[in-house]
């Protein structure tokens, strides 16, 4: 496994790759929802490179970009465990240079949801995104269903631009209480890791209810929002059930919709979703 810091070294290692290339972006502190993206792009590629890569511009001023955790020794054990081929961690200066300022802006699907909730993250994500395919050439890119949005935003861009690569959607991975696993997780306290589940019940019980029948989107999210508020760490930001397609919001729930939330437990914010098909 090579690991390379500089855009110029990965260049010259990116030419001499065995095609196809698969290709994971992630910002590091790896867990196994990563590794299912890692394991996938292997099984279908005959090179696999991962970036690992905290990228600034898709955090706001008030986020937690400093805090973000970060073990990239750990990080690099693990990938070299599955047989990753090359790693690009590079530091923010090689990304970014003095003076950068040119950004990628993906319209309507970008401004819903994590859109509304986080002005200006899908232009850090699409844009970090862009300048990464732009220097791996991946001929498939792998991204978790966890980021619905982000995977809905990254196959738009990548539709517009033409950028010639296929992307590719990985099942979200969760903990055996559902919780998906998420580098964030590592900031809940016991307490609050505890009542974190109640994401996952809330979009099970969503689930349940359309199965049963039920089709009023308000319904639907008013028991959604009752169970997650017997909580008293949960602060619920947005409950979504919306066409998983263009994101708009559904009165009347018609498959497939993408029934999506962001919660705070204390001062974690965490983001899961499913599709009801
Ligand atoms: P991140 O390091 O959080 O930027 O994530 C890197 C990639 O891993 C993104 O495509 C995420 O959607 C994906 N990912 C994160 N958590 C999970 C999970 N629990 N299951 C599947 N994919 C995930």
């Known amino acids: 496994m090579k690991v390379v810091e500089t855009i110029a070294e990965l260049r010259k290692l990116r030419q001499k790759l065995p095609g196809p290339v698969g290709f994971v972006p992630t910002m590091g502190y790896l867990h196994e929802g990563h590794l299912a993206l890692v394991r996938r792009a292997k099984a279908e590629n005959a090179s696999v490179a991962v970036s690992i ?13 400093g805090q973000y955790p970060r073990d990239p020794q750990r990080d690099l054990a693990m990938l070299e465990g599955e047989g990753t ?42 844009t970090v ?10 001929d498939r890119a792998y991204f978790g269903q966890k980021d619905a949005q982000q995977l809905l935003v990254i196959r738009k861009m990548a539709a517009d631009l033409a950028l010639g690569l296929e992307v590719i959607a990985v099942p979200t991975v969760r903990e055996a209480d559902g919780l998906a696993m998420s580098s964030r997780n590592t900031y809940l306290n016991p307490e609050e890791r505890g009542q974190a589940a109640v994401l996952y019940r809330a979009l099970t019980l969503a689930q349940r209810l359309y199965n049963e029948g039920e089709r009023n989107a308000e319904t639907i999210r008013g028991k959604m929002t009752d169970l ?22 559904l ?25 009801v098909e």
Do not use: C
């Open 53 to 65: 890569f905290v990228n600034p511009t898709q955090f706001g001023p008030s986020e937690d970009f």
């Open 85 to 126: 081929d090359l790693v690009f961690m590079p530091p923010v200066e090689e990304i970014y240079p003095p003076g950068f300022n040119s950004w990628v802006e993906v319209g309507e699907l970008a401004q819903r949801l994590e859109g509304a909730s986080r002005p200006g993250h899908f232009r850090g994500v699409a």
């Open 129 to 138: 995104v862009a300048r990464l395919f732009e220097l791996v050439k991946p």
């Open 228 to 249: 997650i508020q017997r909580q008293p760490l949960a602060d619920i930001d947005y409950i979504s059930i919306a066409d998983a397609e263009t994101l708009e919001e």
């Open 251 to 275: 009165e009347v729930v018609r498959p497939p919709a993408l029934v999506s939330m962001a919660v705070k437990i204390g001062r974690t914010r965490l983001i899961d979703n499913v599709v």
